[in-house]
């Protein structure tokens, strides 16, 4: 029996594996082997379908200038040249002439060397105007002369701005080049991933932290008849497979106004960490904006974060603010978040309380009280027993002593 | 010192390190509790062999060993080698593929680790470490970083498995001399993401894979496949790794390790470890029911020899082969000697699924010589080091030659004689070896055999590669046709063809939709909640789950019954609670065997047998209640498990309808004796194949559509019954032609390539059968020769027209001579 007799006998067509346990056999949905197979448009065809040229064998490039008065919703694109010098995310008014927005579209998202970006969107700041270049493969076979025409921009650009690079876009290009057998620059650039800020101040705030919600909520900006990116591998699929050039502009329309979000997403998020306005307007987290700047080291801005929304604030950024306010010596102000907090018998309040009675004010008894009704909030959450009644028992002590 | 310092080698540990010294005394040795057992026990000892000691061959330290390695190695009390690691040194540095065969506790780790080192310390060159198990890839480092510590060495060797936080696997990447992993890892979770890894398989040089006798079947003919794709990586980075492997005793160990890896290896069989005397007793339960055939308990018998090791001071391991049986054999134990809380334990339980420092302290106090008794799964077949011990006992036999002999080998000091015994259950396959001593003693271990082109195995891993990097046009990869296989894919739209190469196209990571652990793998967990409790108290083969543990099932354990409430299928759990059912139930399956295909058949007087191509429907409809003590049947279930369609290869064997009208005149009888034979053959067939049971499937009845078509099962009253596929009882004495046929598959889809073999052995398999048969001491057929028979030939009476009634050891016997009287 021939190999194909016998895979015929034991997949049959239609189903998953003869045996009935296997994992279906055909997953991928845009197979369709009954659909009838055009010869694929030649490069000079697919360039004039998406509007670009051809610059290599295999490759198509997109490019295109947007004037820095371009809106993406609310944010006009002038804003990434008022970028403070804070730092917040990563970048500071001073990098801006050296970002580079990467963004690509895949086969899919397994991740793995299986996976190819066939659309390398790139876009820079250029005096008054972002410069959009998008390479588009036509095939497999352009993929070296595509990493060859994007070099010059990989490895000039000082900050690779992406929206979830990090762990995808960036890994990937960096697998091409090893499977090109091409070295790869990227990962020497800085990477700012605009996921990693927009998901501390907003993660516990929105549904979900993808790109198209946060184009939403902080750039009010809404897209036409855009092309959902799961379908995204499905359109390249159906153009090398049956020549069906029918979506690619689609796509190609998609990955440029994803660039240009990011594009406005800095300066938004930016002002989001630099001013408590914008992150009192956003409804961002404070607390969770506060502890990005203290990973940062940066104590001061977190201080004004947390005080800006003192009033909104849940007890955790309390007696964050608190701490924070006694490290910067405003005793006072600690002093009256704890107290506002113990009416509510919080225990981290209670226990901030006994200390400072006890080590600072040198007053057992009214450490002890705290301590005591430390030792009540904690039974009810059955935390710490052994230690605040170690706690008690010193404080009676020298509260005997004291009278 | 006149003796040199070769004490310690890495799993061969002979207590003399300083800091493992042991506190135990000179131990008693075991020629008095061996004269006592052959004294009081000589009519359960089917046969006792005296292995005889073996002297050590030596040879020196290679001269070319790395200077900071030689010292390494001589701080570790090492002053020459063993004859094999001399000559596993030579094999390896010359770039050869090496197999070493070496016992238990030889020193098989220095045969790898020692080229190893020496290609890192002076080429920075990488190793990858491929081991069957996470716990033994553990103790390897351990190992390694002891070794490196002796000697300064500065080689840094990690795991790599799941076990490995995120943020530690790029430092593995990246900076690992030796990374070590096992197959399951490497096939997911490091191949796909080879560019990754591009350093390290740019700089490997050594690929060490040990214990690779427990690759065989279809785990071996993954692992085969998961080779061909390294292979294929390192091509890409421009490098030719050297495999070094390690096994026990097995009958093909190169010619496993060629299958493995693709490429001519060398083996080194000659072991030049220094071993004990070894007595070796085969000890079979006293019969307590001869018309049933029923023996005691294997596990009353492990128990006396145990106890009676333990009072005279000697260090034992017991190997049970289920993880409840260690359980039940370690409480028993303990009873006994770890009465009193406030002592240290004597007695350890050692499995899988106890943390690794539960193991971990284990195997020290078994060095230290702390422990008077570990009772172990096969967990400690492995290379695992716990010193050398006085006193192994067998509850059961294994499954195989092979791993008889390496549990066996647990026991055995240098200077000392050891004892191990053998103790039968009730299976057929241990009541055969028992009572069959020569078989087992002349039995060379058996053949591992994996069938790496196994086509939808093959059709899997080439998944995989192509996800890795794309195939070019006139590449090949296995052994079956390429381009088809490929086409196939493309066809599926997970490739596409372009520009001479084959590119992966869908976005799904193949990889993980393949496990190499055949799905047969994985015990069912039987779960006591009744009144809120969770308490396992069973596990169930996944081959015996759907047949006992249906919805509705009554699960005995110990007599006692649980009715199975709930069952998860893909969680491998039954949830049962106690019930004082007076009822046990009984489930319906049917086969359906269609011959698709004969690739090979053989004919004589009264029997043909062939092999080839089969489709096999199974169905478990439902099952039946039954009262106990009257057996009426007092009710019906349905039960909802999916069919199980396969096709696969099988052999089969097929009497000649008139011979055997001859033979045995009732049709009843004779459906009785091909139930029966099959049985015995089946069990024959595994010990043959050096499979486990669950890996071939058995069935009888008749596929040809010319002459019937039915199949035929046991039912509760130990009586066979034939029915249609539709499930409607058929009277054989009513068929125009009966012609029953045994069959047995390969019970995984498409085969790993067990039939043919068996096909081969055709004559061997009846013969067997036979002789298991008759030399069983049952008067009339028993579970251990013919199979559940129950009171059958009791209550059956003698069909009409026949003579007299024949009992189905009788009639299992008559088949057996008609199959054999077949093929010349």
């Given at each position: 029996?021939?190999?194909?007799?016998?895979?015929?006998?034991?997949?049959p067509p239609?189903?998953g594996?003869a045996?009935?346990?296997?994992?279906?056999?055909a997953?991928?949905?845009c197979?369709?082997?009954?659909?009838?197979?055009r010869?694929?448009?030649d490069?000079?065809?697919?360039?004039?379908t998406?509007?670009?040229?051809?610059?290599?064998?295999?490759?198509v490039?997109?490019?295109?200038?947007?004037p820095?008065?371009?809106?993406?919703?609310?944010?006009?694109?002038?804003?990434?040249?008022?970028?403070?010098d804070?730092?917040s995310i990563?970048v500071?008014?001073?990098?801006?002439?050296?970002?580079?927005?990467l963004?690509?579209?895949?086969?899919?998202?397994?991740g793995?060397?299986?996976?190819?970006?066939?659309l390398?969107g790139?876009a820079?700041l250029?005096?008054?105007?972002?410069?959009v270049?998008?390479?588009?493969?036509?095939?497999?076979?352009?993929?070296?002369?595509?990493?060859?025409?994007?070099?010059?921009?990989?490895?000039a650009?000082?900050h690779?701005v992406t929206y979830?690079?990090?762990s995808?876009?960036?890994?990937?290009?960096?697998?091409?080049?090893?499977?090109?057998r091409?070295?790869?620059?990227?990962?020497?650039r800085?990477?700012?991933?605009?996921?990693h800020?927009?998901?501390?101040?907003?993660?516990r705030?929105?549904?979900?932290?993808?790109?198209?919600t946060a184009?939403?909520?902080?750039?009010?900006?809404t897209?036409?008849?855009?092309l959902?990116?799961?379908?995204?591998?499905a359109?390249?699929?159906?153009?090398?497979?049956?020549g069906d050039v029918?979506d690619?502009?689609r796509?190609?329309?998609?990955?440029?106004?994803?660039?240009?979000?990011m594009a406005?997403?800095l300066?938004?998020l930016a002002?989001?960490?630099?001013?408590?306005d914008?992150?009192?307007?956003?409804?961002?987290?404070?607390l969770?904006v506060?502890?990005h700047?203290l990973r940062r080291?940066?104590?001061?801005?977190?201080?004004e974060?947390?005080?800006?929304?003192?009033d909104?604030?849940?007890?955790d950024?309390?007696?964050?603010?608190?701490?924070?306010?006694?490290?910067?010596?405003?005793?006072?102000?600690?002093?009256a978040?704890?107290?506002?907090?113990a009416?509510?018998e919080?225990?981290?309040?209670l226990?901030?309380?006994?200390k400072?009675?006890?080590h600072v004010?040198?007053?057992?008894?009214?450490?002890?009280?705290?301590a005591?009704?430390?030792a009540?909030?904690?039974?009810?959450?059955?935390?710490?027993?052994?230690?605040v009644a170690?706690?008690?028992?010193r404080?009676?002590?020298?509260?005997?002593?004291?009278s | 010192?006149?003796?040199?310092?070769?004490?310690r080698?890495?799993d061969q540990?002979?207590?003399?390190?300083?800091?493992?010294?042991?506190?135990q005394?000179s131990?008693p040795g075991?020629?008095?509790?061996?004269?006592?057992?052959?004294?009081?026990?000589a009519?359960?000892?089917?046969?006792q062999?005296?292995?005889?000691e073996?002297?050590g061959?030596?040879a020196?330290?290679?001269p070319?060993l790395?200077?900071?390695?030689?010292s390494?190695v001589?701080?570790?009390g090492?002053?020459?080698?063993?004859s094999h690691?001399?000559?596993?040194w030579?094999?390896?540095?010359?770039?050869?593929?090496?197999?070493?065969v070496?016992?238990?506790a030889?020193?098989k780790t220095?045969?790898?680790?020692?080229?190893?080192?020496?290609?890192?310390l002076?080429?920075g060159s990488?190793?990858l470490?491929?081991?069957?198990?996470k716990?033994?890839?553990?103790?390897?480092?351990?190992?390694?970083?002891?070794?490196?510590?002796?000697?300064?060495?500065g080689?840094?060797?990690y795991?790599f498995?799941g076990d490995?936080?995120?943020?530690?696997?790029?430092?593995?990447?990246t900076?690992?001399?030796?990374?070590?992993?096992n197959?399951?890892?490497?096939?997911?979770?490091?191949?796909p993401?080879?560019?990754?890894?591009?350093?390290?398989f740019?700089?490997l040089?050594?690929?060490v894979?040990?214990?690779?006798?427990?690759?065989?079947?279809v785990?071996?003919s993954?692992?085969?496949?998961?080779?061909?794709?390294?292979?294929r990586?390192?091509?890409?980075?421009?490098?030719?790794?050297t495999?070094?492997?390690?096994s026990a005793?097995?009958?093909?160990?190169?010619e496993l390790?060629?299958q493995?890896?693709?490429?001519?290896?060398?083996?080194?069989?000659?072991?030049?470890a220094?071993?004990?005397?070894k007595?070796?007793?085969?000890?079979n339960?006293?019969?307590?029911?001869?018309d049933l055939g029923l023996?005691?308990s294997?596990?009353?018998?492990t128990?006396?020899?145990t106890?009676?090791?333990?009072r005279?001071?000697l260090?034992?391991?017991v190997f049970?082969?289920?993880r409840?049986?260690?359980?039940?054999?370690?409480?028993?134990?303990?009873?006994?000697f770890?009465?009193?809380p406030r002592?240290?334990?004597?007695?350890?339980?050692y499995?899988?699924?106890?943390?690794?420092t539960?193991?971990?302290?284990?195997?020290?106090?078994?060095?230290?010589?702390e422990?008077d008794?570990?009772?172990?799964?096969?967990?400690?077949?492995?290379?695992?080091?716990?010193?050398a011990?006085d006193v192994?006992?067998?509850n059961?036999?294994?499954g195989?030659?092979?791993?008889?002999?390496q549990?066996l080998?647990?026991a055995?000091?240098?200077?000392?004689t050891?004892l191990?015994?053998?103790?039968?259950?009730?299976e057929?396959?241990?009541?055969f070896?028992?009572r069959?001593?020569?078989?087992?003693?002349?039995a060379?271990p058996?053949?591992?055999?994996?069938?790496?082109?196994?086509?939808?195995?093959?059709?899997d891993h080439?998944r995989?590669?192509?996800f890795?990097l794309?195939?070019?046009?006139?590449?090949?990869?296995?052994?079956?046709?390429?381009?088809?296989?490929?086409?196939?894919?493309a066809?599926?739209?997970?490739?596409?063809?372009?520009?001479g190469?084959?590119?992966w196209?869908?976005?799904?990571?193949?990889?993980?939709?393949?496990?190499?652990?055949?799905?047969?793998?994985?015990?069912f967990?039987v779960?006591d909640v009744?009144?809120?409790?969770?308490d396992v108290?069973?596990?169930?083969d996944?081959?015996a789950a759907?047949?006992?543990?249906y919805?509705?099932a009554i699960?005995?354990?110990?007599?006692q019954?649980?009715?199975?409430?709930?069952l998860?299928?893909?969680g491998?759990?039954?949830?049962?609670t106690?019930?004082?059912?007076?009822?046990?139930?009984?489930a319906?399956?049917?086969t359906?065997?269609?011959?698709l295909?004969?690739?090979?058949?053989?004919?004589?007087?009264a029997a043909?047998?062939?092999?080839g191509?089969?489709?096999?429907?199974r169905?478990?409809?439902g099952y039946k209640?039954?009262?106990y003590?009257?057996?009426?049947?007092?009710?019906?279930?349905?039960?909802?498990l999916?069919?199980?369609?396969?096709?696969?290869?099988?052999?089969?064997?097929?009497a000649?309808?008139e011979?055997?009208?001859?033979?045995?005149?009732?049709?009843?009888?004779?459906?009785?004796?091909?139930?029966?034979?099959a049985?015995?053959m089946?069990h024959?067939?595994?010990?043959?194949?050096?499979?486990?049971?669950g890996?071939?499937g058995?069935s009888?009845g008749d596929?040809?559509p010319?002459?019937g078509?039915?199949s035929?099962?046991i039912?509760?009253e130990?009586?066979?019954?034939?029915?249609?596929?539709?499930?409607?009882?058929?009277d054989p004495?009513?068929?125009?032609?009966?012609?029953?046929?045994?069959?047995?598959?390969?019970n995984?889809?498409?085969?790993?390539g067990?039939s043919a073999p068996?096909?081969?052995l055709?004559?061997?398999?009846?013969?067997?059968?036979?002789?298991?048969?008759?030399?069983c001491?049952?008067s009339f057929?028993c579970?251990a020769?013919?199979?559940?028979i129950?009171?059958a030939?009791?209550?059956?009476?003698?069909?009409?027209g026949?003579?007299?009634?024949m009992?189905?050891?009788e009639?299992?016997?008559?088949v057996?001579?008609?199959?054999?009287?077949?093929p010349?």
């Amino acid at each position: 029996m021939t190999t194909s007799t016998r895979l015929a006998r034991l997949l049959p067509p239609g189903g998953g594996r003869a045996d009935g346990s296997g994992p279906p056999s055909a997953p991928d949905h845009c197979a369709a082997p009954t659909r009838p197979r055009r010869a694929r448009p030649d490069d000079e065809a697919i360039a004039t379908t998406v509007g670009g040229s051809v610059v290599a064998p295999g490759v198509v490039l997109i490019e295109g200038v947007v004037p820095l008065t371009h809106r993406q919703g609310r944010i006009s694109l002038a804003a990434l040249t008022c970028v403070g010098d804070r730092g917040s995310i990563g970048v500071t008014g001073a990098d801006c002439a050296d970002l580079l927005f990467l963004d690509t579209e895949t086969t899919g998202l397994a991740g793995g060397t299986g996976t190819l970006p066939f659309l390398l969107g790139l876009a820079r700041l250029d005096a008054d105007q972002v410069v959009v270049r998008q390479l588009l493969l036509t095939g497999f076979a352009g993929e070296a002369a595509l990493l060859e025409v994007a070099q010059p921009w990989l490895s000039a650009a000082g900050h690779v701005v992406t929206y979830n690079g990090k762990s995808f876009d960036v890994p990937l290009l960096v697998t091409r080049h090893r499977l090109q057998r091409r070295a790869c620059s990227l990962p020497e650039r800085h990477q700012v991933d605009l996921l990693h800020p927009t998901r501390s101040a907003f993660g516990r705030r929105w549904a979900d932290c993808r790109l198209g919600t946060a184009e939403q909520r902080l750039l009010g900006f809404t897209r036409v008849d855009d092309l959902p990116g799961a379908l995204v591998p499905a359109v390249w699929s159906a153009l090398v497979r049956h020549g069906d050039v029918g979506d690619l502009r689609r796509v190609v329309a998609h990955n440029r106004d994803d660039l240009l979000t990011m594009a406005a997403l800095l300066p938004a998020l930016a002002a989001v960490f630099d001013h408590p306005d914008d992150a009192a307007r956003t409804g961002a987290d404070p607390l969770a904006v506060a502890r990005h700047h203290l990973r940062r080291a940066d104590e001061p801005a977190a201080l004004e974060h947390l005080s800006a929304a003192r009033d909104r604030l849940d007890p955790d950024g309390q007696l964050e603010l608190a701490r924070l306010h006694r490290r910067a010596g405003h005793v006072d102000q600690a002093l009256a978040l704890w107290h506002e907090l113990a009416e509510q018998e919080v225990p981290r309040a209670l226990e901030h309380l006994a200390k400072y009675h006890e080590h600072v004010r040198r007053d057992p008894l009214t450490a002890l009280d705290y301590a005591q009704r430390l030792a009540e909030a904690d039974a009810r959450t059955e935390l710490r027993a052994d230690e605040v009644a170690h706690r008690c028992r010193r404080l009676a002590q020298k509260a005997a002593r004291a009278s | 010192m006149t003796q040199p310092a070769v004490d310690r080698f890495f799993d061969q540990s002979v207590a003399t390190d300083d800091h493992d010294a042991a506190p135990q005394a000179s131990p008693p040795g075991v020629e008095p509790l061996l004269a006592s057992l052959t004294r009081r026990y000589a009519d359960r000892i089917t046969a006792q062999v005296v292995i005889p000691e073996q002297l050590g061959r030596y040879a020196d330290l290679p001269p070319g060993l790395e200077p900071r390695l030689a010292s390494a190695v001589a701080a570790r009390g090492i002053a020459r080698l063993y004859s094999h690691q001399a000559a596993a040194w030579e094999s390896v540095t010359s770039g050869r593929h090496t197999v070493v065969v070496t016992p238990t506790a030889s020193g098989k780790t220095l045969c790898y680790n020692l080229p190893v080192l020496q290609a890192v310390l002076q080429r920075g060159s990488r190793a990858l470490y491929l081991f069957p198990t996470k716990a033994l890839a553990q103790d390897q480092v351990a190992e390694l970083l002891e070794l490196n510590e002796a000697g300064g060495l500065g080689v840094r060797a990690y795991t790599f498995d799941g076990d490995t936080p995120g943020d530690a696997r790029a430092a593995v990447r990246t900076k690992g001399d030796v990374v070590v992993s096992n197959p399951d890892m490497l096939h997911v979770g490091v191949l796909p993401h080879h560019t990754k890894w591009a350093q390290f398989f740019e700089s490997l040089e050594y690929v060490v894979i040990d214990e690779v006798h427990t690759y065989r079947g279809v785990f071996g003919s993954h692992l085969a496949n998961v080779l061909r794709r390294l292979r294929r990586v390192c091509q890409f980075y421009g490098s030719s790794p050297t495999f070094v492997m390690s096994s026990a005793t097995i009958a093909n160990p190169a010619e496993l390790a060629e299958q493995l890896i693709g490429a001519p290896v060398h083996a080194i069989t000659d072991n030049g470890a220094p071993a004990g005397r070894k007595h070796l007793l085969l000890w079979n339960p006293p019969v307590v029911n001869a018309d049933l055939g029923l023996r005691a308990s294997a596990r009353s018998q492990t128990t006396l020899v145990t106890k009676e090791a333990i009072r005279r001071g000697l260090q034992s391991i017991v190997f049970a082969n289920t993880r409840l049986q260690v359980e039940v054999l370690t409480k028993y134990l303990k009873d006994t000697f770890d009465a009193d809380p406030r002592r240290p334990a004597r007695v350890h339980a050692y499995r899988g699924g106890y943390l690794p420092t539960q193991r971990r302290a284990t195997e020290t106090a078994l060095r230290r010589g702390e422990l008077d008794c570990v009772v172990s799964t096969s967990a400690l077949e492995l290379g695992v080091d716990i010193g050398a011990l006085d006193v192994a006992v067998l509850n059961g036999y294994p499954g195989t030659v092979a791993a008889t002999w390496q549990r066996l080998g647990r026991a055995g000091r240098r200077n000392q004689t050891a004892l191990g015994v053998l103790i039968g259950s009730s299976e057929p396959l241990d009541q055969f070896i028992v009572r069959n001593p020569q078989f087992f003693l002349d039995a060379s271990p058996e053949h591992a055999r994996i069938a790496p082109d196994q086509l939808l195995i093959l059709l899997d891993h080439v998944r995989c590669a192509a996800f890795e990097l794309p195939f070019r046009d006139g590449e090949t990869f296995g052994g079956e046709d390429l381009p088809t296989l490929l086409h196939y894919l493309a066809e599926q739209g997970l490739l596409h063809h372009e520009g001479g190469q084959w590119h992966w196209m869908a976005d799904s990571y193949p990889a993980n939709a393949v496990s190499l652990r055949s799905v047969a793998e994985g015990n069912f967990t039987v779960i006591d909640v009744t009144d809120g409790r969770q308490d396992v108290i069973a596990e169930v083969d996944y081959s015996a789950a759907a047949l006992t543990l249906y919805e509705g099932a009554i699960y005995l354990v110990q007599a006692q019954p649980w009715q199975v409430e709930r069952l998860d299928w893909e969680g491998r759990k039954a949830f049962v609670t106690q019930t004082d059912a007076d009822y046990f139930t009984d489930a319906i399956d049917y086969t359906r065997l269609k011959v698709l295909d004969v690739v090979d058949s053989a004919r004589g007087p009264a029997a043909a047998t062939a092999h080839g191509d089969v489709h096999l429907v199974r169905r478990v409809p439902g099952y039946k209640k039954i009262r106990y003590y009257t057996h009426e049947n007092v009710g019906y279930g349905f039960i909802h498990l999916p069919d199980h369609e396969m096709h696969t290869t099988a052999a089969w064997w097929q009497a000649d309808p008139e011979a055997l009208a001859a033979a045995i005149p009732d049709r009843w009888q004779a459906l009785d004796g091909f139930l029966g034979a099959a049985h015995a053959m089946h069990h024959v067939a595994a010990l043959l194949m050096m499979s486990e049971r669950g890996d071939l499937g058995r069935s009888v009845g008749d596929t040809d559509p010319e002459t019937g078509s039915w199949s035929a099962t046991i039912d509760v009253e130990g009586r066979g019954n034939a029915q249609t596929f539709a499930g409607d009882a058929i009277d054989p004495g009513a068929l125009h032609t009966f012609c029953p046929t045994v069959y047995l598959y390969d019970n995984y889809p498409g085969g790993v390539g067990l039939s043919a073999p068996l096909y081969d052995l055709r004559e061997t398999v009846v013969a067997q059968a036979g002789s298991l048969i008759a030399s069983c001491g049952c008067s009339f057929g028993c579970p251990a020769c013919v199979g559940p028979i129950l009171a059958a030939e009791e209550r059956r009476a003698p069909s009409p027209g026949a003579t007299a009634a024949m009992s189905p050891k009788e009639s299992a016997r008559r088949v057996l001579d008609q199959l054999s009287g077949g093929p010349s």
